[in-house]
């Protein structure tokens, strides 16, 4: 008897109770008069009885519509809306959207009613970033995931005031994120390069690669022969289905392919061409790869910066290295008395602003950077790789990595 079966969202799930040898099937159906998910369950002697009954009752639903209630909490509705979002939104979307909403929004307004929100609870929001000191542009992209959210649950039936959807975010402001003086980018190279693994930290500088496309990198996506890094791939850690079971799987967005690598940490791309790349390797760069290779941590999904044990490096892990750098170098990024840490996202920065210093035109750094504006990013890159290798040279000259 097959246990282990795996349903399209929105069909409810299926599992075997072990204890009451039974199948039990459930679908989501809308809120109780509480303001809680409602849930219906059937159970039945075998699994094609559970699916009939699920059947049935997801066309009852779809004739009578899931059922809302006036008493529904910002956090009843915002437990079921991120649900919802995993099923489409790309992994990093996903991650910045759920934790703007359980870190501020649920903490100040979720036990507030739907029905009785004001514009004075969507401004609380704000209020509430802004006393701990988050940034504007922070504040606003908070602000507005909850419109989304607020607007989403009037589509469902849920009575929202329409007000509170017309509360304007606070203004941006401006980002004090940028590129990455090169006197500093040199001394942070210098201290990296004491490390066996400087080519991580080069590829953030010299490559442009995103902190996911660098842990999510395996040696297969190296072509030492073409002088070639694939990054299609990035790592990330995707969210569990409801309810966290041995059968409910993970959320893979909707146009997503994902291998599972460690626990939640998952290859992910798209699965059109518009998201992946391939960039050059100039002679630096294949140089400190291969060495690198020879004493990298042995990974059993062949990444090429793993942990020390060979599964995949954390976000977080790899952040205090980047910030241990820069401690070692003695560089931070200051603006008049005040100081911080450069982000990771500033190396990419740096590469973009190099590029353009090189004289590279728009298109040639749209493509190695990895940017939207290009679909054919791929293609591009296999018809004018002369183009995009002295660009790579260019930047590679100006960080002053020579081949070795």
């Known amino acids: 008897m097959s246990r282990d079966k795996r349903r399209q969202y929105g069909t409810g799930s299926i599992h075997f109770n072990e204890t009451r040898q039974r199948w039990i099937g459930t679908i989501e159906a809308g809120w109780t008069a509480?303001?809680?998910?409602?849930?219906?369950?059937?159970?039945?002697k075998t699994e094609a009885i559970v699916k009939d009954k699920l059947k049935k009752k997801t066309r009852d639903l779809a004739t009578e519509g899931v059922s809302t209630s006036s008493r529904a909490t910002v956090k009843a509705w915002a437990d079921q809306w991120l649900d919802l979002q995993a099923d489409k939104n790309r992994p990093t979307t996903m991650q910045a959207t759920a934790s703007q909403v359980r870190t501020w929004i649920i903490p100040t307004i979720g036990h507030r009613r739907l029905e009785q929100l004001t514009p004075g609870d969507v401004r609380a929001v704000t209020r509430a970033m802004a006393a701990n000191d988050l940034y504007p542009s922070t504040q606003r992209r908070a602000h507005a995931t909850l419109q989304r959210m607020l607007k989403d649950a009037t589509l469902e039936g849920h009575n929202v005031p329409r007000v509170v959807t017309l509360v304007e975010g606070p203004d941006a402001g401006e980002s004090d994120r940028d590129a990455i003086l090169l006197p500093d980018a040199l001394a942070i190279l210098e201290a990296a390069t004491r490390r066996p693994d400087a080519s991580r930290w080069v590829a953030a500088l010299l490559q442009g690669m995103r902190p996911a496309e660098c842990l999510g990198l395996t040696w297969s996506m190296v072509d030492f022969d073409d002088a070639t890094i694939d990054v299609s791939w990035q790592?990330?850690?995707?969210?569990?289905?409801?309810?966290?079971?041995?059968?409910?799987?993970?959320?893979?967005?909707?146009?997503?392919?994902?291998?599972?690598?460690?626990?939640?940490?998952?290859?992910?791309?798209?699965?059109?061409?518009?998201?992946?790349?391939?960039?050059?390797?100039?002679?630096?760069?294949?140089?400190?790869?291969?060495?690198?290779?020879?004493?990298?941590?042995?990974?059993?999904?062949?990444?090429?910066?793993?942990?020390?044990?060979?599964?995949?490096?954390?976000?977080?892990?790899?952040?205090?290295?980047?910030?241990?750098?820069?401690?070692?170098?003695?560089?931070?990024?200051?603006?008049?008395?005040?100081?911080?840490?450069?982000?990771?996202?500033?190396?990419?920065?740096?590469?973009?602003?190099?590029?353009?210093?090189?004289?590279?035109?728009?298109?040639?750094?749209?493509?190695?950077?990895?940017?939207?504006?290009?679909?054919?990013?791929?293609?591009?890159?296999?018809?004018?790789?002369?183009?995009?290798?002295?660009?790579?040279?260019?930047?590679?000259?100006?960080?002053?990595?020579?081949?070795?």
């Open 235 to 404: 790592l990330k850690p995707l969210a569990y289905r409801v309810p966290r079971d041995r059968d409910s799987g993970f959320r893979i967005p909707s146009g997503y392919i994902a291998k599972r690598l460690d626990g939640a940490l998952h290859l992910v791309r798209p699965k059109t061409s518009a998201g992946r790349r391939l960039i050059p390797l100039v002679p630096w760069m294949a140089a400190a790869l291969t060495t690198w290779r020879d004493v990298a941590p042995a990974s059993p999904h062949g990444l090429v910066w793993p942990r020390a044990d060979g599964r995949p490096q954390t976000d977080a892990a790899d952040r205090e290295q980047w910030f241990r750098i820069q401690d070692e170098a003695r560089v931070a990024h200051l603006d008049d008395t005040t100081g911080r840490r450069y982000a990771l996202y500033e190396a990419r920065h740096s590469t973009a602003t190099l590029l353009r210093a090189g004289g590279a035109d728009e298109e040639t750094i749209t493509a190695i950077m990895g940017h939207s504006s290009i679909l054919s990013t791929k293609a591009y890159l296999h018809s004018d790789t002369r183009r995009t290798r002295a660009a790579m040279e260019s930047v590679a000259e100006a960080l002053q990595l020579r081949a070795l």
């Open 34 to 44: 509480r303001g809680t998910r409602r849930r219906v369950t059937v159970t039945g």
